[in-house]
């Protein structure tokens, strides 16, 4: 039996697994694939270099799948920001209704969402954060603990007592995202209240992923001790994977007196970490990767990743029933 969420009817899917919107990897091959295997795809925004690139990513997405898929929009610190409203208003123009937002004051971008009858899930790592999405009106949320790739903020709070949290303080449908990889993890996000997960690394490390062999067969072969923290003095903490370039980011900021952006900005540009996955080289500059690298042991379809899922969460959830018995074979026991 497929296992209905508030996620599910939201958004219209038949899996409670969205597909975070990861920079290089966000594209219309693996969007296609999550959402023809029953969860949501999500196109990323900035991985396209103009909002008339990102039409083109849209209109190709929908040559091949027939489901829902949403768009990711992260708002980033940046000295020359993208045009973040060109993106937007091109992503809606294009028919798509289903929006991931991530970053700093989202609240303009959710109140154009909402003015043009959107679904808006927006990405946070702490129940401040979220509390404050859930007064701009936002539908879901997607609640990122410490254990994630990219930005897991900087109060390192791990997902158990976070997702716990959520359930406590907030009143719309929450999402956990970061170190869920499997069945076993969806159930225990069930368990915690949320509706589903978002997942991240896990999916790069799938055939329809765009990324090079290589850097899956290097996600195969780690485990969850290859990842580091960078950025942590400069207040803009990213967990990536732990190679050389990582760690000589973490040496400069450990220096007397520490490191200022500048002083690393060529060992994390960007241009660097998109070369990993288009040349294969692990080595190369800095990649995302969250700590469920120690869960990923293959490199299944899509399609074959949510069969094992939802099979492992539906094992998980009886087994979690059969643990109860009758009151009165428990006081026989007694």
């Not at 996620?7 to 023809?36: C, E």
């Not at 540009?269 to 120690?294: C, F, K, M």
Request: with cysteine; glycine share 12%.
């Amino acid at each position: 039996m497929p296992l209905e969420t508030k996620l599910t009817k939201l958004l219209g899917i038949r899996v409670p697994v969205v597909q975070g919107g990861m920079q290089w990897v966000g594209v219309p091959k693996l969007v296609a694939a999550v959402s023809n295997a029953g969860g949501l795809g999500v196109i990323t925004a900035l991985t396209q270099p103009s909002p008339d690139a990102l039409r083109k990513a849209i209109r190709e997405t929908r040559t091949l799948t027939k489901y829902p898929f949403g768009v990711n929009i992260t708002l980033l610190p940046s000295i020359n920001p993208p045009d973040y409203e060109g993106y937007a208003r091109a992503a809606v123009e294009e028919g798509v209704r289903i929006f991931e937002t991530a970053g700093n004051n989202p609240g303009p971008l959710i109140k154009y969402f909402k003015s043009k009858g959107c679904i808006v899930i927006h990405k946070c790592t702490t129940i401040r954060h979220a509390k404050s999405a859930e007064r701009h009106g936002v539908d879901c949320l997607s609640i990122d603990g410490f254990e994630c790739a990219g930005h897991p903020g900087e109060e390192d709070i791990g997902g158990l007592v976070l997702l716990a949290r959520a359930a406590q303080e907030l009143k719309i449908p929450y999402i956990a995202s970061g170190g869920i990889a499997d069945g076993r993890g969806l159930a225990s996000a069930l368990a915690l209240g949320a509706s589903g997960v978002n997942m991240g690394t896990r999916f790069m490390c799938t055939v329809e992923s765009p990324i090079h062999q290589n850097i899956k067969d290097k996600i195969v072969a780690s485990s969850e001790q290859d990842t580091v923290h960078i950025f942590r003095t400069l207040h803009n903490t990213a967990r990536v994977f732990k190679n050389g370039v990582a760690q000589q980011v973490v040496a400069l900021e450990r220096r007397p007196g520490g490191a200022k952006f500048e002083d690393v900005r060529e060992l994390v540009s960007g241009q660097r970490g998109r070369l990993v996955y288009e040349l294969g080289d692990p080595e190369h500059g800095i990649w995302s990767a969250g700590i469920v690298l120690g869960l990923i042991k293959d490199v299944p379809t899509c399609e074959e990743l949510f069969g094992r899922i939802e099979r492992e969460a539906e094992e998980a959830i009886d087994g979690l029933v059969r643990l109860r018995v009758p009151s009165s074979r428990a006081q026989a026991k007694l």
